[in-house]
T-cell receptor, first 110, second 114 residues
Framework: RKEVEQDPGPFNVPEGATVAFNCTYS??????FFWYRQDCRKEPKLLMS???SGNEDGRFTAQLNRASQYISLLIRDSKLSDSATYLC???????????FGKGTMLLVSP | DAMVIQNPRYQVTQFGKPVTLSCSQT?????MYWYQQKSSQAPKLLFH???????NEADTPDNFQSRRPNTSFCFLDIRSPGLGDAAMYLC?????????????FGSGTQLSVL
């Protein structure tokens, strides 16, 4: 059974803090990795894909460690608007579908 | 402009009364998915269509059925809703099903069962 495990939340941080989320996946054959963001009672939306070399998009940095089957998301200089649930998502190769983690909730306070 | 549209946004049904949720897309994507998401849980894939090919997840109850009459529309039918079926139902699309495609989600239908 394919599993994606994430840090249990919620994470409560003040504005301006740096916060990191961790995710592990069970299927060593996994080929694609994503972070989605989901606001309360809304649909998930793609935040960023995760590449083997690591990638950065503004205040967001994603890292992948294939040997440890581990993915991370770092958010620098947290904003109030970053408050949401962050879902780790993993895809296999070939004809397959994506597996979602339960998500980690982030609460950024003034 | 909305690309994946779900109706209604909120649906209330009675225990055992059949209900249909609808989804349409303007992206012309081959693949359409139905996910069930309960509070604080991961979205759980119920089934998906690759064009007209239906793919049911092994643990999806028989109570859940789906129809895709054309590329643009997909329906989720719950034949006899139980209290445990109360959840957010998310429709999504992608241009292919290789496990590495971005999913485009609709805004979801929140189903309540009384």
């Amino acid at each position: 059974r394919k599993e994606v495990e994430q840090d249990p939340g919620p994470f409560n941080v003040p504005e301006g803090a740096t916060v990191a989320f961790n995710c592990t996946y069970s299927n060593s054959a996994s080929q694609s990795f994503f972070w989605y963001r989901q606001d309360c009672r809304k649909e998930p939306k793609l935040l960023m894909s995760v590449y083997s070399s690591g990638n950065e998009d503004g205040r967001f940095t994603a890292q992948l460690n294939r040997a440890s089957q581990y993915i991370s998301l770092l958010i620098r200089d947290s904003k109030l608007s970053d408050s949401a649930t962050y879902l780790c998502v993993v895809g296999d190769s070939g004809y397959s579908t994506l597996t979602f983690g339960k998500g980690t909730m982030l609460l950024v306070s003034p | 402009d909305a690309m994946v549209i779900q109706n209604p946004r909120y649906q209330v049904t009675q225990f055992g009364k059949p209900v249909t949720l609808s989804c349409s897309q303007t992206l012309n994507h081959n693949v359409m998915y139905w996910y069930q998401q309960k509070s604080s849980q991961a979205p759980k894939l119920l089934f998906h269509y690759y064009d007209k090919d239906f793919n049911n997840e092994a643990d999806t109850p028989d109570n859940f059925q789906s129809r895709r009459p054309n590329t643009s529309f997909c329906f989720l039918d719950i034949r006899s809703p139980g209290l445990g079926d109360a959840a957010m139902y998310l429709c999504a699309t992608s241009s292919s099903s290789g496990g590495n495609e971005k999913l485009f989600f609709g805004s979801g239908t929140q189903l309540s069962v009384l």
